[in-house]
């Protein structure tokens, strides 16, 4: 390579020399990647519905009254309404004063 000109070694040393911390990095460097990979597989994978919103077969029994939802950090409505089975349009109309996009943490959702 040095006949070519493209590199420009510092005396005494060889292309050799450098060949070992740049596979070592070139190493680390796809390790990252792998485990990069790895992790975001694994958060996308969608979580159990909670004990609420399975429905057993057979059930025929219906709820009754009101039930509610304390809003937790992180939540939406869309997030709420996964969970507990409903659509989100009728989270919305459940409850009218609440702004979808600003939920507070604590605030109680109508669910029924």
Known sequence: MDRLGLVA???GRTWRAYAGP????LAATIAVGLIRT?????????SRPSPA????EGS?????GRAFYVVRA??????????????????EKLNPTV????????????LR
Request: charged letters at 25%.
């Open 9 to 11: 070694l510092p005396r």
């Open 22 to 25: 740049l596979g070592l990095l």
């Open 38 to 46: 790895e992790l975001r597989s694994h958060k996308s994978t969608p």
């Open 53 to 56: 919103a399975v429905r057993h």
């Open 60 to 64: 025929t029994a219906k709820p009754r």
């Open 74 to 91: 992180g939540d939406t409505i869309s997030g709420i309404a996964t969970k507990m089975g409903i659509p989100p349009s009728r989270l």
């Open 99 to 110: 702004a979808p996009t600003a939920l507070f943490i604590g605030e109680k959702i109508r």
